[in-house]
């Protein structure tokens, strides 16, 4: 079975300090891996995937994440926050080596950059 | 995304109804999903479909039933709703093509009473 987990309900950080949202994954075989941002009341929008090579993955909006496949975690980084970024963040997975399987998500963190 | 557009965006029933929510979508992708969002449970995955005869069950699937009726429409139909089937639900389709990213729609609020 493939599972992701989300530690934090909540990150909070100042404008301009990096942030870090965490995320780790468990499946049998090889992970593809991915971020998702909810603004309010949108849906969620694709930001970036891990499917192989580099470990470092950067994608949308400055965010960037790496692939630690001994931890088995995927966290999502940014070198300055910005208090546009404040929204709902999701980590998926999905077990490369199963082949018809969907998508899954984690619980999601509440990004919160203030000012 | 106005790719993919899900009706109504709204909903308020009573226990006991029956009740579709529908997904179009005009980027021309096989797979579609329906996930429902839930504050501090994250989404969860009710039911997907690789190709119009492929339907499978996601993790949450009881209560509720699809249809597949083409490439571009996948309908979600809660038989006889119940309170905690109030939630935020979501249709997304895939490009597999495009290293399996899923496009989402704006979602639709339904409350059951």
């Known amino acids: 079975a493939q599972s992701v987990a989300q530690p934090e309900d909540q990150v909070n950080v100042a404008e301009g300090n990096p942030l870090t949202v965490k995320c780790t994954y468990s499946v049998s075989g090889n992970p593809y891996l991915f971020w998702y941002v909810q603004y309010p009341n949108r849906g969620l929008q694709f930001l970036l995937k891990?499917?192989?090579?580099?470990?470092l993955v950067k994608g949308s909006y400055g965010f960037e994440a790496e692939f630690n496949k001994s931890q088995t975690s995927f966290h999502l980084k940014k070198p300055s926050a910005l208090v546009s970024d404040s929204a709902l963040y999701f980590c998926a997975v999905r077990d490369a080596n199963q082949a018809g399987t969907a998508l899954i998500f984690g619980k999601g963190t509440t990004l919160s950059v203030s000012s | 995304d106005a790719d993919v557009t899900q009706t109504p965006r709204n909903r308020i029933t009573k226990t006991g109804k029956r009740i579709m929510l529908e997904c179009s979508q005009t980027?021309?992708?096989?797979?579609m999903y329906w996930y429902r969002q839930d504050p501090g449970l994250g989404l969860r995955l009710i039911y997907y479909?690789?190709?119009?005869?492929?339907?499978n069950k996601g993790e949450i699937s009881d209560g509720y039933s699809v249809s597949r009726q083409a490439q571009a429409k996948f309908s979600l139909s809660l038989e006889s709703a119940i309170p905690n089937q109030t939630a935020l639900y979501f249709c997304?389709?895939?490009?597999?093509?495009?290293?399996?990213?899923?496009?989402f729609g704006s979602g639709t609020q339904l409350s059951v009473l």
């Open positions: 891990y499917i192989t090579g580099d470990n």
């Open positions: 479909s690789f190709d119009v005869k492929d339907i």
């Open positions: 980027k021309g992708h096989d797979r």
């Open positions: 997304a389709t895939q490009d597999i093509r495009d290293s399996e990213k899923l496009f």
